[in-house]
């Protein structure tokens, strides 16, 4: 299937899982907290705040979240955030955002997500280990290059490039990934091309 067919035929359920403001508003995001220490009640109203001051709307794909201050931030099943960055505004919203972009390896992008798989296989056939700043391995490698430049679309829309790129250059892990998603206009060219637009979805009842 084409970028073009994907789009036109996933239309209605791109609607569905993006809702209007005032859908949102009554719905919500539901915050759980793992071991209800104080640092997680702290995020979790950090959370809240970020959720309240900005449109987070057209990139929410998961409503629940799970707040962890021992776990690894991870997006299923249940979406789950650390305490690492409290009084971090930019990185807290950059790993939001991040966890929730990685639903899109969900139904019904599967047919264009492994097209993009394929295609950031061919442009870069050697990806470093974990050791050198990719990720667990070759294939969660390429997955990341997709969500990290999906997460600099969407970060770049809500606070601006400028900040964005300051928040995801202070990353201290995917060194690499990061490094080839803020500087090679390739992987945003790689991304287009088969529909992943999410700064498209600024303003979802539009």
């Not at 067919?5 to 359920?13: G, H, L, R, S």
């Not at 690894?72 to 505004?89: M, N, Q, Y």
């Not at 990934?177 to 600024?202: C, H, K, M, Q, T």
């Amino acid at each position: 299937m084409s970028a073009r067919q994907w789009m036109t035929t996933t239309a209605t359920t791109c609607l569905l899982l993006f809702p209007s403001n005032a859908e949102a508003r009554q719905s919500g995001v539901r915050i759980d907290l793992e071991r209800g220490s104080e640092a997680e009640a702290r995020m979790a109203d950090e959370l809240r705040a970020l959720l309240e001051e900005y449109d987070l709307e057209p990139w929410i794909l998961t409503r629940d979240v799970r707040i962890d201050e021992r776990a690894i931030p991870h997006s299923h099943p249940v979406l789950t955030l650390h305490t690492r960055h409290i009084g971090d505004e930019s990185m807290l919203l950059a790993v939001f955002l991040h966890e929730q972009l990685h639903w899109l390896e969900e139904q019904p992008w599967t047919a264009p997500w492994q097209e993009t798989m394929e295609a950031l296989q061919r442009l870069f056939p050697e990806v470093p280990p974990a050791t050198g700043g990719g990720a667990r391995d070759d294939e969660s490698t390429y997955r990341h290059l997709l969500v990290c430049d999906l997460e600099y679309q969407a970060l770049s829309t809500v606070v601006g490039p400028d900040r964005a790129r300051e928040t995801l250059a202070r990353i201290t892990h995917y060194e690499w990934i990061y490094e080839r998603v803020l500087n090679d206009p390739r992987i945003r060219e790689v991304a287009l091309r088969n529909g992943f637009d999410v700064s498209r979805r600024a303003s979802p009842s539009r």
